[in-house]
């Protein structure tokens, strides 16, 4: 064998795991409305305006009628059915009826999975009190950032005793050790991940309001560093669904995710 012909398949092998990855499927947008010829945008997604929309194409365009689903979503705007598909997690892992209730009990429900993409979501509870409570805010801290910037430890607002832990690192570390969802490797979520859910058809907040509920009309941060930017990282605003991002010292809200990768 050549040199050159062991190289390339060295490097195959090398990226064969990056490219596996990004076969991994993908959540639609949630638009299922059109844009209007001259202004404005249609209720639903109208033949008579423009090609190319959205809504006419992936599984947001089959949720109309074709698209077999394990789970369930909200409908968006109108009413019309969308490509979202998900399913209650219990606290102890098992999967829940489309009724269930949140709560801290063994069968309540405390997680979302998303049956698209395979991940599973921590779902947030109401106001200030709890690990997990919407209104919690953390900055953004890791001790093994791959661009050697680690961020800010306890820089967020999380908590009425002293004992404050209040960092994106700290967070999932309470929360595998307490063992939400029966699970225990629960982590940051990539930008893209956090985007996937964001619901564009919707806002105020754009994601689904019955599998996420106690969604803060606000910034989320995701896992991702900035590249060439070491003070910053990647969020989402979940009032429109939009990525941005922010300086690592500021303080904001955190969903973590667990499966992929």
């Known amino acids: 064998m050549s040199r050159h012909l062991a190289a390339l398949i060295a490097a195959l092998a090398f ?25 404005g945008n249609s209720a639903t997604c109208s033949d008579s305006d423009p090609a190319g929309q959205d809504c006419r194409h992936g599984r947001d365009a089959a949720a ?8 369930a979503s909200t409908p968006g705007l109108g009413g019309v059915a969308n490509g979202f598909d998900y399913t209650k997690i219990a606290n102890n892992g098992q999967s829940l009826p489309a009724g269930a209730a949140l709560g801290i009990g063994p069968s309540d429900w405390a997680c979302t999975r998303d049956n698209v993409t395979g991940l599973v979501w921590e779902v947030k509870t109401p106001g200030v009190l709890g690990l997990r409570a919407m209104d919690h805010t953390y900055s953004w801290y890791n001790s093994s950032s791959p661009d050697g910037s680690a961020g800010t430890a306890n820089g967020g607002i999380c908590s009425l005793s002293i004992n404050y832990r209040c960092d994106t ?24 991940e956090l985007e996937g859910i964001a619901d564009l058809g919707r806002s105020g907040p754009a994601i689904d309001p019955t599998y996420f509920p106690n969604t803060p009309f606000s910034y989320v941060w995701s896992g991702s560093p900035v590249a060439g930017q070491s003070d910053r990282a990647w969020l989402v605003n979940f009032y429109y669904g939009f990525a941005s991002h922010d300086y690592r010292n500021n303080d904001n809200s955190v969903r973590l995710v667990r499966g992929g990768q």
């Open 64 to 71: 109309a009628g074709t698209l077999t689903k394990t789970g």
């Open 15 to 39: 990226i064969a795991p990056a490219l596996q990855a990004q076969t991994r499927p993908l959540n639609d947008t949630g638009i299922t409305w059109s844009g209007g010829t001259t202004s």
């Open 169 to 192: 690192e700290k967070f999932v570390q309470d929360v595998n050790a307490a063992g939400l969802c029966g699970a225990s490797d629960w982590r940051m979520p990539t930008v893209k």
